[in-house]
């Protein structure tokens, strides 16, 4: 494998260098059977994700927008089969990830498979890729989008910033604003598709430029229960296609977007990027070894609580109705995330509400995609448990988050008993990984 | 013409209702009048830009993603006549951005046209709307977008941020971000969109909305001399025309993505906007009249130092070959932007460079689209000039921009005569307009 050179001038440019250069014999074996695995799973969200109203609006347009076939596969709820790459990408980048249960590479608090995936398969239909550049394509795309995560930092997710509210008065406001999924993503996407495209370091380095300057993606969303979570993977992965298309045309992009005095890291993340994230280890840790399978289908937020909650349950025999009140000691990412969408009033804004996620978990002792229904919301004891669950900021947890998303609940039952239970890795973490139970045989193709 | 009720919760739904009810006939004849004159100018500069190799590429992407023909036309170099609304806006939002001669509304310092008419003409032509709803798309679009950039305000484009660089240390920087006529550019394409798709207020809001959590756009290519200026307004007709789409179709988007807490203002200019831009004066004052021509075909913030530079020489009969120096005297933004591009190694570049664009203008009396050509780079006189140019902050000019436009230029002369010039309207803003050269009767028509 093409190890980075020093003689190059900026770490995008080594990025670039590798993207361009890596081979499918240079990847471990369990990197590329860990890929197939979250292929898999992505393939299982985006179908479990079709039918949803936002997949629905965006094929209309896709229908008045884009030609009336092509090479690349529609995985959606109506009759079209297929479209070019951007519009098939566009769709099942939207359709996985609906069910909130694509996977989450941690460190850069992205779900890289919704957009690396569809954008991949699109393009790798549309080039006739072979499954061995096809997986090639998809470790190069989360390498590259996770890095750009992890380099715009949490800071990015979660922005921290000193502003001026009057001239003279300085004030420090910590709210979560860029979708790093999308801002991150586009650039993992294009540099996905400059390798499927044998684009040379030097266009992949304009792909990823092109992609850089249309990163976009904001949470507004999430305060009235909106689509744009959809509409942020499925235009990442048409917007990152376009990069690479159209630097592989000769367009040229900038040269250094993520360090750059005018780019990701100045504008999107000031002051608080980690430029080392961008190619420190290159080809030696893999983003694919660090992506956490979803286990629940409730933001990934959640889930430390969730683990946590669920174990609590299990080792003291605590039952859903013995539970007086919950508090669920977080990162500050997820109070501001979940701390967004007050009641729940849909069935996508509920997975965002940790007292709802929680009393889902403890009444059904999961928290499943069948778990999440129009019925649930409806559930007045899901209702009434969900009041009395609170989050507290714990400072040991945030300190180490992303890097580790750890959980701790604090249950005092109805009969005065009290419990206190923590999860170091949750479940699906790569160091706390899913049993395969594979009756297919597609994990053993290419 | 409907005004804005008291009764509507925010802002954003106020600009939603007036975008949604204004009629063409409650347009005051000068709004009609200025609309028709800035696409005329607006369709000069698409055609000057066809050829430029940013538009081929696009051109390529849309051949390959796109349908292979449409109801919406084509302004490029090519043989391809038509696509549909989101392909043509695509490529006739990039050709209009190439000679730097598209309009400039000076207080959200935005090229509305660039991304306004191709966005609105595509939609219009593939609905089959008359002039009349043309032209009355056209104004909402013009108003929202700028609006939407006067609401970010000046920050937003040259955004002062006190970040930390140190855990213990705060440090003021002042650098140029985002792309304002993209960023606030897709929200209006949106809502001329919405307007040509008689989308109701609630619909409009959601376009509105999509549009807005797209917003992408950095300046970072201007330090190489790529092409992202030209694909930040194609991608901004193409973003929006998928955000009142897919409103249409179903999809909400966020509805209050201007000022709510994760919206345009909380995340690309924190504590910085200004919230009264976006509805203060709506359907009184027209974006439309506040916008401005341009004159010169280079960068904008170029124009005070050329205009005042011209009229010294003219006045005291200097000639280019007796000038020793040149300081222009301007706003901070004008150094930000000017000063990222060095000596200026394309024809693009060059017309960012204030030495090269003044060098030019004292030279030729003008700086024209012909005035920017291949061998200008090479000229020695020009290069030479060049150097002698330095600019200064003024406070004074710098408290007044964006509302004001203004340039002081002090020129000495090799025979030592010194002399200072100050203009306080540039040629082509509305308080100083071009004269109208007609001999088509195009702006007879509707």
Known sequence: MTQSRPSLETRTERLAQWTANLQYHDLPDEVIQRTKELFIDWLGCT???????AVAAIV???T????SSGKSELIDGSLRLTSSPAFASLINGASSHVVEQDDLHNRSIMHPATVIFPSALAVAQDTHADGKEFITACVVGYEVGCRTGEYLGKRHYEVCTQFRVHVDEAKTT????????????????AAAVARLLHLDANQTLSAIGTAGTQAAGLWQFLLDATHSKQVHTGKACFDGIFAAYSARDGLPGPRDILEGARGMGAALAPGETDPEAISQGLGLDYAVLGSSFKWHASCRHTHPSVDALLALMAKHQVKF????????RTYQAA????????RGETVHQSKFSMGFVLAVAAKNGQAMITDFTEEALEDAELREFQQRVTMELDPEIDAKFPKQWQGTVAVVCKDGRK???SVEYLKGDPENSLTTYDSTGLSEQC
């Not at 109070?335 to 007050?342: A, E, K, Q, S, Y």
């Open 47 to 53: 179908i479990a994700g079709r039918h949803h109203p």
């Open 60 to 62: 209309r347009f896709a």
């Open 64 to 67: 008045q927008m884009g030609p």
């Open 174 to 189: 910590t709210v979560q604003k860029f979708h790093s999924t999308a801002t991150g993503g586009v650039v993992g996407v």
């Open 321 to 328: 109705h013995e539970i007086d009140s919950v508090v669920a």
């Open 335 to 342: 109070i501001n995330v979940l701390g967004l969408t007050g």
């Open 419 to 421: 419990y206190t239970e």
